[in-house]
């Protein structure tokens, strides 16, 4: 929540947002460079087998993850702290006002729609590469699928600039319309 909430209260400005939300999708772009690796480095030869693999990336995640995440969280401050009020409604409340906000609802359902779709994708993709086309070597087919991952960071990154103009330009509800059919 205070990655993605506050990142948004950090400047008070609308474009200043659209700007900031920019650099950190940026920046997660970035990072998600690793994630189609994480496969081909479980099945590594060095590895008895994949769940060895898997724990030591879990071990490297944690290692670097903990620390960074404390930080975030200790030194992410809301911009409007002093003007937000201590009343209003209770956590339960409020969780059944929002479940109840027909925008809130499409929104959760896109994302699970696109989440759950390039999910499986994957998983297809990723199949087809082990059994298909490298005839159940699953260290190529894992590699395969990195070089893919690795391409489609590389074109959302390049994207960024296009969609943050288009934020800009067309008002992000018709940028964001147009960036999903684009996907």
Same mark, same amino acid.
């Given at each position: 929540?205070?990655?993605?909430?506050?990142?948004?209260?950090?400047?008070p400005s609308y474009d200043g947002r659209t700007r900031v939300v920019t650099y950190r999708s940026l920046v997660d772009k970035l990072m998600g460079a690793?994630?189609?690796?994480?496969?081909?480095f479980c099945f590594l030869p060095m590895f008895t087998n994949v769940i060895d693999g898997l724990f030591w990336y879990a071990l490297i995640v944690v290692?670097?993850?903990?620390?960074?995440? *404390?930080?975030?969280? +200790? %030194?992410?401050?809301e911009r409007m702290m002093k003007a937000i009020s201590k009343e209003g409604p209770g956590l339960f409340v409020s969780m059944w006002q929002t479940a109840k906000n027909i925008?809130?609802?499409?929104?959760?359902?896109?994302?699970?729609?696109?989440? *759950?779709?390039?999910? +499986? %994708?994957?998983?297809?993709a990723l199949f087809l590469n082990i059994y298909w086309i490298f005839a159940g070597d699953a260290l190529a087919g894992a590699t395969m699928g990195g070089y893919v991952?690795?391409?489609?960071?590389?074109?959302s990154i390049l994207a960024l600039p296009m969609v943050n103009w288009g934020c800009r330009?067309?008002?992000?509800?018709?940028?964001?319309?147009y960036a999903i059919i684009w996907m």
């Open positions: 929540v205070p990655y993605w909430a506050l990142g948004i209260e950090l400047c690793l994630a189609p690796w994480v496969l081909p290692v670097i993850g903990a620390p960074s995440t *404390i930080l975030m969280v +200790v %030194f992410t401050k925008h809130f609802l499409k929104i959760l359902f896109l994302f699970q729609f696109i989440g *759950i779709t390039n999910g +499986v %994708f994957a998983q297809f991952g690795t391409l489609g960071v590389i074109v330009r067309l008002q992000k509800h018709r940028a964001l319309r």
